[in-house]
């Protein structure tokens, strides 16, 4: 069993925060099925590229996800490094609530039709518009 640090009020505060949008929990549940290009998720979440990057860091600065460059293009994944007992339980404790929510599951069928789009034709759109 993994040893887990404590938490404070401040760090929390900042998990909950993390956890009080929409569009962040979405973004969450939809890379419980992998990871993602930033593209992939402003496609699912219909936002605009800002906004997505926006409510991205604010889930890697949580703990909840991680990101990686490549080239140009960012991918995110669910952190596998968790750092504290509460940002585990906090991660099943999302992911058990809402895995039969009917948003959850519409995103899921989107997700599915946009793994399917190539990547890099997705991101040089989505830069035209």
Known sequence: MAKYNNINLAELTQLASALSDASRVRAFMALTQGELCVCQIVELLGLAPSTVS????????????????????????????????????????????????????????????????????????????
């Open 54 to 129: 926006k409510h991205m860091a604010v889930l890697c600065q949580a703990g909840f996800v991680q990101s990686r460059k490549q080239g140009r293009w960012v991918y995110y994944s669910v952190s596998p490094n968790l750092s504290t007992a509460a940002i585990c339980q906090m991660q099943q404790w999302v992911t058990n609530n809402l895995k039969n929510d009917g948003t959850v599951k519409q995103d899921r069928k989107k997700l599915r039709a946009i793994k399917k789009m190539d990547t890099e034709q997705l991101c040089k759109n989505q830069r035209k518009g």
